[in-house]
């Protein structure tokens, strides 16, 4: 069974400034996705970024990206440039390719970014 | 736009009482999906449906069953509500395309007394 691990159950960072949010998975499986979402308060989650795990390069989508290191099996997410609106539950996910779309999540980060 | 409603955002019910959570997609999504979220625990799968008709047990069934009559509805039911099962619950589909985006709703908090 996979494991996803969320290190950071809480982190705070100023306006404007770079934040990273750690995440480690255990697998044994070589072929999957990795997956940041964001639960801002009161709203619903959405995807924020996408990494294949046959791909090297590290995905990006504007100010997030993240770095995925497959034999290290981390995918932690860098925000840049840190926005209010940025304030959320950030959950890291794992789901194997033939695993009929099931997803594992961590347990979660709560980002704050502050004024 | 893309949506998942779910049909009650705030319930209370008593031990015993028999509970229907309603998710509707307007995507033609094939895949849809009952999680429970508790503070700590980040989301746990309870159920899943793959298609019509069609279910998947997740990590955390027990207490629980679902139904998908049509494609765009699953519902989840608490056969008999227990106080262990006051959580915040959240529906979401995904396309039959291996994307791994789910499209959640807003989420259904459940308190059981």
């Known amino acids: 069974a996979q494991t996803v691990t969320q290190s950071q159950p809480e982190m705070s960072v100023q306006e404007a400034e770079t934040v990273t949010l750690s995440c480690t998975y255990d697998?044994?499986?070589?072929?999957?996705?990795l997956f940041w979402y964001k639960q801002p308060p009161s709203r619903q989650m959405i995807l924020v970024i996408r990494q294949e795990a046959y791909k090297q390069q590290n995905a990006t989508e504007n100010r997030f990206s993240v770095n995925f290191q497959k034999a290290a099996k981390s995918f932690s997410l860098k925000i840049s440039d840190s926005q209010l609106g940025d304030t959320a539950m950030y959950f890291c996910?794992?789901?194997?390719?033939?695993?009929?779309?099931?997803?594992?999540f961590g347990k979660g980060t709560l980002l704050t970014v502050n004024p | 736009d893309v949506k998942v409603t779910q049909s009650s955002r705030y319930l209370v019910k008593r031990t015993g009482e028999k509970v229907f959570l309603e998710c509707v997609q307007d995507?033609?999504?094939?895949?849809m999906f009952w999680y429970r979220q508790d503070p700590g625990l980040g989301l746990r799968l309870i159920y899943f449906s793959y298609d019509v008709k069609m279910k998947e047990k997740g990590d955390i069934p027990e207490g629980y069953s679902v139904s998908r009559e049509k494609k765009e509805r699953f519902s989840l039911i608490l056969e008999s509500a227990s106080t262990n099962q006051t959580s915040m619950y959240l529906c979401?589909?995904?396309?039959?395309?291996?994307?791994?985006?789910?499209?959640f709703g807003e989420g259904s908090r459940l308190t059981v007394l």
């Open positions: 996910a794992f789901m194997r390719v033939g695993s009929n779309y099931k997803l594992t």
């Open positions: 995507m033609d999504h094939e895949n």
């Open positions: 697998t044994s499986e070589n072929n999957y996705y």
């Open positions: 979401a589909s995904m396309s039959g395309l291996y994307t791994g985006e789910l499209f």
